[in-house]
């Protein structure tokens, strides 16, 4: 079946710091992968994705490659802000209507 | 408009009520989602929906139905509801279902059965 399993948090990192979030998963097929980040009180917001092997997802200054001979997609971000603070899912999907199977999800607080 | 409305925000009910969950987009997308999810853990699937048929029920108890009137209307109906029913219940949507694409989550209602 498919899985992802995430670094458990909580992470508690101080402003500009740099931050990785591990991410490995299994799949039966070629999976797209997702990063989708939960601010408190709200639902999901993606916040990047890969759709195939060697793909680099960016957005805010978040990064991930799809490592494909690793079976993982690690987020990264080079400085972290404070607004930065909220859950973060890693997520995969490997067939049209299938399921998006998610991460156990890793909260991150950052401290000014 | 990229947005997926949901309502009500926040629903209290007891175990004989009937109530519904109400979910909105008007991006044009033709598939739709219930996913709940408890405090501290990820979402899990209960539904989807796509060209207003259901395609996926991942075996949720018939005390759960969804009903999607429409392609911009997604509802859940619930009726004696057990109190491990209370959680965040989140709608999304993507444009057709297709593995690659991104889905936009509402902010969920947050639901307490008593």
């Known amino acids: 079946g498919n899985s992802v399993t995430q670094m458990e948090g909580p992470v508690t990192l101080s402003e500009e710091a740099f931050l990785t979030i591990n991410c490995t998963y299994t799949?039966?097929?070629?999976?797209?992968l997702f990063w989708y980040v939960q601010y408190p009180g709200e639902g999901l917001q993606l916040l990047l994705k890969a759709t195939k092997a060697d793909d680099k997802g960016s957005n805010k200054g978040f990064e991930a490659t799809y490592r494909k001979e690793t079976t993982s997609f690690h987020l990264e971000k080079g400085s972290v802000q404070v607004s930065d603070s909220a859950v973060y899912f890693c997520a995969l999907r490997v067939t049209s209507y299938g399921k998006l199977t998610f991460g156990q999800g890793t909260i991150l607080t950052v401290h000014p | 408009d990229t947005e997926v409305t949901q309502t009500p925000k926040h629903l209290v009910m007891g175990m004989t009520n009937k109530k519904s969950l109400k979910c909105e987009q008007h991006?044009?997308?033709?598939?739709m989602y219930w996913y709940k999810q408890k405090a501290k853990k990820p979402p899990e699937l209960m539904f989807v929906y796509s060209y207003e048929k259901l395609s996926i029920n991942e075996s949720v108890p018939s005390r759960f139905s969804p009903e999607c009137p429409n392609s911009s209307l997604l509802n859940l109906h619930l009726h004696a509801l057990q109190p491990e029913d209370s959680a965040l219940y989140l709608c999304a949507s993507s444009q057709s279902g297709t593995g690659s694409e991104k889905l936009f989550f509402g902010s969920g209602t947050q639901l307490s059965v008593l």
């Open positions: 991006m044009g997308h033709r598939a």
């Open positions: 799949a039966t097929g070629y999976p797209s």
